[in-house]
């Protein structure tokens, strides 16, 4: 048996087949990764590196969620890695490795109740149409020095798309630099996002997210023939990096680091980062008397369950629609 034994091989099959077969992503196949192989580690260390997976019982599994709490863990840290170990081991029944799934028996960490703050709709607002009146001035030295992109707010016309996208269709920030310039269906005003699993879903494009790409793709082809990468104007990456670098697309972390300067720039709090606008976009579209499924389609989740929990209600939310329905309320 190579090195690592059973449980270090068993391991890396599972990670290929969730990269290669079920199309995961590269931040999810990463953070699985991470949860898995120490899993594994831990394993090899507690029976011996003969040990095979038979062997496992989901009392080695709460043990090692003691073991995690502690070298410090969270409840959230000890629950991500949880259920990559579920995960791990509904494969591992499937495969006929094991027959059950012992990872079923043990409890998720209760986690306490939060719900991340959302800005109004004025909030958002007020920070779009300051995009699009005025040109970002402001430079971070910090983001010049670290940011994948050069500078996190050099580039107003891609920089009001980026908040346009993420705001006004609810994508993700991996599916967001993901499009292409094909990605945009102008006809169908919608653009064709490639979510989880390579799940492809059509998404409503907005007549401000719309004006904003016409005012970008003119100086975005403009810098790639300056670069000499004119072939990609066409069929490129939409969102490309200030200094077309490699592919020139640009990544989810330049994302991040324009969205929370810009935030900040505009009076935001510090914590709002791209997904803050993806719980925006579905909190406000209930608000203002959304279907939950349509938004569900729209944001493209599995289970009506996750997008309950991406939108928000307030009391007062729920007392006025009340008033305004219920037949004993009126």
């Not at 599972?14 to 991470?34: D, I, K, P």
């Not at 090899?44 to 095979?52: C, H, M, N, R, V």
């Not at 012992?102 to 986690?111: F, G």
């Not at 094909?182 to 169908?188: F, H, M």
Request: glycine share 8%; charged share 30%.
């Amino acid at each position: 048996m190579r090195e690592g034994g059973e449980f270090v091989q068993l391991a890396e099959r599972f990670l290929a087949m969730l990269a290669n077969e079920r199309g995961a992503s590269e931040h999810t196949v990463r953070a699985y990764g991470r949860e898995v192989r120490s899993f594994a580690a831990y394993l090899s260390d507690s029976l011996g590196e003969g040990g095979q997976m038979v062997q496992v019982e989901h009392l080695h599994i709460r043990a090692y969620l003691g073991v995690l709490y502690e070298r410090g863990l969270t409840k959230a840290s000890a629950a991500r890695a949880l259920a990559a170990v579920r995960s791990w081991f509904k494969w591992l029944a499937k495969e006929g490795v094991v027959e059950q799934n012992p990872a079923l028996l043990v409890s998720t960490p209760k986690l306490p109740k939060h719900l991340p703050r959302v800005p109004s709709a004025e909030e958002v607002n007020r920070v779009l149409n300051s995009l699009e009146e005025t040109p970002l001035a402001a430079k971070s030295k910090k983001a010049k020095k670290d940011s994948d992109d050069g500078d996190a707010v050099a580039w107003p016309e891609r920089d009001r798309v980026i908040f346009e996208l993420l705001y006004g269709c609810g994508i993700r920030n991996s599916e967001l630099v993901g499009l292409n310039v094909d990605s945009v269906k102008w006809g169908d005003d919608a653009i064709l996002v490639r979510g989880k699993g390579r799940k492809e879903r059509l998404v409503p494009l907005g007549d401000e997210a719309a004006v904003a790409l016409r005012a970008y793709l003119p100086a975005r082809e403009a810098r790639l023939i300056a670069a000499g990468k004119g072939a990609k104007v066409h069929e490129g990456p939409l969102l490309t990096n200030l200094r077309m670098r490699g592919d020139c697309r640009l990544t989810t972390r330049s994302v991040g680091r324009i969205v929370k300067a810009i935030a900040l720039s505009r009076g935001l709090p510090a914590d709002v980062h791209p997904h803050t606008l993806r719980h925006a976009f579905g909190t406000h579209m209930l608000e203002e008397g959304a279907d939950l499924r349509a938004i569900q389609e729209m944001l493209g989740h599995e289970r009506l369950s996750t997008t309950q929990r991406y939108t928000q209600l307030t009391v007062g939310q729920v007392q006025r629609v009340y008033d305004e329905t219920h037949p004993r309320a009126k």
